[in-house]
């Protein structure tokens, strides 16, 4: 199933930037247009712009997830391309096209062979959207889409023996592939997997794309949402497919951060045993405000956006705008027939739904955790599970938990998610020192280390929340408190040597001062 976490680990380069070092790290899945807009936003240049890079010696570097990586030592930089350079570059490139293009449309009868094919997918997927319980009938209708690529294959229409990059249509245009169902491959899931899915322990660096939306898929049947809410299975693959796509490949806040919330998310709803105590339709709003919660987020947060007064800021008055965003998003997906997971629902059962996951994802905003958390509180002593009030309570602080629960998973998997976060924070800082904004000390790249920006986070904000929830579930103690209180203390020793290290420092530059003298 997954492969090594070094394949699926952000990658990192470093530019020189108005004579400063910027470290740039992305996935190595990120399309060349992503790495290109994070590009122009590191290096202060609009985006959309056409941009090239070049390395210390001059040599232009590819913009795509296989370039070499470099050091601080042997910067890259961010060049803007000229207008002339447009210019000459765009019209050689369209005569590329146009002659690509028109020898295709001559060997392959391309427009034939696109309103064929369109024919036979659409009967292919109507069958399948009629047979969609039906596994026998689903298998059957994949084998011949395979055979149907395996044709078109034969018949030139495909890529195999294609030197360029794109198909082209006798416009000379790029075709853009459209991702549809079922068109994710279908991952058998290993007995162990089904098992490590359910503990904070599980290994999220492990997996690709296509297998976490595999996971998320067998957590709806599992717990026996698609059943309880009459989901056809092909829409919520499709569902899934649009939220995967919706996630912005921003260092921390991405689909993999998705996919560690929910798997949280699933875990907690095991450890707790939440099944007998809450309803199917509780757990079916618990696993999708985890799944949508940072939808389309931008990579700045709230604070950004106030300062910055930007769109969302406006629209939604400076009140949780990126979470507003979120669950925006999150029902303009559920508004396409092929991506309504809730259908088969009835309109007022819907309405309860989706009130409930607003309200879950609207908690997510951190500006409003002292007040959840004091909430929670006064309830936890005399928890009610018949008391909907008491329950809706917990449904926002197991949300809250699994958001920021990375500390909880083992250190190899929690720390990279820490560097993540830091280089989010510093391309947020760098853009607000640029734009005149205030800058947060948590967040700015000359002031903050990994110990410091961690010590006060568990000590402070997830040790006290973890350990409320504790008095309602002892069992989590041993599974998520105390990995809490080690990686306080990991931190901590961190920070004593830090401390040792700059102290040390200090006294050899005093005593090289006495010497001069």
Same mark, same amino acid.
């Given at each position: 199933?997954?492969s090594s976490?070094?394949?699926y680990?952000?990658k990192?380069?470093?530019?020189d930037?108005d004579?400063?070092?910027?470290?740039?790290?992305?996935?190595?899945?990120?399309?060349?247009?992503?790495?290109?807009?994070?590009l122009?936003?590191?290096?202060?240049?609009?985006?959309?712009?056409?941009i090239?890079?070049?390395?210390?010696e001059?040599?232009?570097?590819?913009?795509?997830p296989t370039?070499p990586?470099?050091?601080?030592?042997s910067?890259?930089?961010?060049?803007?391309?000229s207008?002339?350079?447009?210019?000459?570059?765009?019209?050689?490139?369209q005569?590329?096209?146009?002659?690509v293009?028109?020898?295709?449309?001559?060997a392959?009868?391309?427009?034939?062979?696109k309103t064929?094919v369109?024919?036979?997918?659409?009967?292919?997927?109507?069958?399948?959207?009629?047979?969609?319980?039906?596994?026998?009938?689903?298998?059957?209708?994949?084998?011949?889409?395979?055979?149907?690529?395996?044709?078109?294959?034969?018949?030139?229409?495909g890529?195999?023996?294609?030197?360029?990059k794109?198909?082209?249509s006798?416009?000379?245009?790029?075709?853009?592939?459209?991702?549809?169902?079922?068109n994710?491959?279908?991952?058998?899931?290993?007995?162990?997997?089904?098992?490590?899915?359910?503990k904070?322990?599980f290994?999220?660096?492990?997996?690709?794309?296509?297998?976490?939306l595999? +996971?998320?898929?067998?957590?709806?049947? /599992?717990?026996?949402?698609? %059943?309880?809410f009459?989901?056809?299975? @092909? *829409? &919520?693959?499709?569902?899934?497919?649009?939220?995967q796509?919706?996630?912005r490949?921003?260092?921390?806040?991405?689909?993999?951060?998705?996919f560690?919330?929910?798997?949280?998310?699933?875990?907690?709803?095991?450890?707790?045993?939440?099944?007998?105590?809450?309803?199917?339709?509780?757990?079916?709003?618990?696993m999708?405000?985890?799944?949508?919660?940072?939808l389309?987020?931008?990579?700045?947060?709230?604070t950004?956006?106030?300062n910055?007064?930007?769109?969302?800021?406006?629209?939604?008055?400076?009140?949780?705008?990126?979470e507003?965003?979120?669950?925006?998003v999150?029902?303009?997906?559920?508004?396409?027939?092929? +991506?309504?997971?809730?259908?088969?629902? /009835?309109?007022?059962a819907? %309405?309860?739904?989706?009130?409930?996951? @607003? *309200? &879950?994802?609207?908690a997510?905003?951190?500006?409003?955790?002292?007040?959840?958390?004091?909430?929670?509180?006064?309830?936890?002593?005399?928890?009610?599970f018949?008391?909907?009030?008491?329950?809706?309570c917990l449904?926002?602080?197991?949300i809250?938990?699994?958001?920021i629960?990375n500390?909880?998973?083992?250190?190899?998997?929690?720390?990279p998610?820490?560097?993540?976060?830091l280089?989010?924070?510093?391309?947020?800082?760098?853009?607000?020192?640029?734009?005149g904004?205030?800058?947060?000390?948590?967040m700015?790249?000359?002031?903050?280390?990994?110990?410091?920006?961690?010590?006060?986070f568990?000590?402070?904000?997830?040790?006290?929340m973890?350990?409320?929830?504790?008095?309602?579930?002892?069992q989590?103690?041993?599974?998520?408190?105390q990995? &809490?209180r080690?990686?306080?203390d990991h931190?901590?020793?961190?920070?004593?040597i830090?401390?040792?290290m700059?102290?040390?420092k200090?006294?050899?530059?005093?005593?090289?001062?006495?010497?001069?003298?």
């Open positions: 199933m997954g976490s070094s394949s680990a952000p990192s380069i470093y530019l930037v004579g400063k070092v910027q470290k740039v790290v992305f996935s190595r899945h990120c399309s060349p247009c992503d790495i290109k807009e994070l122009c936003s590191s290096s202060n240049i609009p985006r959309n712009t056409a090239m890079m070049v390395d210390p001059g040599a232009l570097v590819s913009i795509d370039m990586t470099n050091s601080p030592n910067l890259y930089k961010v060049v803007p391309l207008t002339g350079q447009l210019g000459e570059k765009e019209d050689m490139f005569n590329v096209l146009s002659q293009a028109d020898q295709f449309s001559r392959f009868r391309i427009n034939e062979l064929e369109t024919n036979r997918l659409a009967m292919l997927e109507k069958r399948v959207e009629l047979e969609g319980l039906k596994v026998v009938e689903i298998e059957k209708c994949k084998n011949d889409l395979r055979k149907l690529r395996d044709e078109m294959t034969s018949r030139g229409g890529r195999v023996n294609c030197p360029c794109y198909n082209f006798d416009d000379g245009k790029k075709v853009t592939p459209r991702r549809d169902v079922p994710y491959p279908k991952y058998t899931l290993s007995q162990e997997t089904i098992e490590a899915l359910k904070p322990t290994d999220v660096w492990h997996w690709e794309h296509n297998e976490m595999s +996971c998320l898929e067998y957590m709806y049947h /599992d717990l026996g949402l698609v %059943k309880e009459n989901m056809n299975p @092909i *829409t &919520l693959k499709r569902w899934l497919l649009a939220i796509e919706n996630y490949n921003n260092p921390f806040h991405n689909f993999r951060h998705c560690c919330v929910s798997q949280m998310m699933y875990g907690m709803i095991h450890l707790c045993n939440l099944q007998e105590k809450l309803t199917l339709t509780d757990m079916g709003i618990l999708t405000a985890a799944v949508c919660h940072d389309d987020h931008p990579g700045y947060n709230n950004y956006q106030i910055a007064r930007t769109e969302l800021a406006v629209r939604y008055n400076d009140i949780s705008p990126l507003n965003h979120h669950c925006a999150a029902f303009q997906i559920l508004s396409l027939p092929e +991506c309504n997971i809730f259908a088969n629902v /009835d309109p007022e819907f %309405k309860q739904i989706r009130q409930a996951i @607003i *309200t &879950l994802i609207l997510t905003d951190m500006a409003r955790h002292g007040e959840i958390l004091d909430s929670f509180k006064q309830k936890v002593d005399n928890f009610d018949t008391n909907e009030e008491h329950v809706t449904k926002m602080v197991l809250k938990c699994c958001d629960s500390e909880v998973r083992p250190t190899e998997v929690a720390e998610w820490v560097d993540c976060l280089e989010e924070y510093f391309m947020q800082s760098d853009r607000e020192k640029s734009e904004l205030p800058v947060a000390p948590f700015d790249r000359d002031k903050v280390t990994k110990p410091t920006a961690q010590i006060g568990i000590k402070f904000v997830l040790i006290p973890f350990e409320t929830v504790m008095k309602l579930f002892p989590i103690e041993e599974i998520m408190v990995p &809490l080690d990686s306080r931190y901590e020793e961190l920070k004593q830090d401390d040792a700059t102290e040390k200090k006294t050899e530059n005093m005593s090289l001062g006495g010497k001069k003298k």
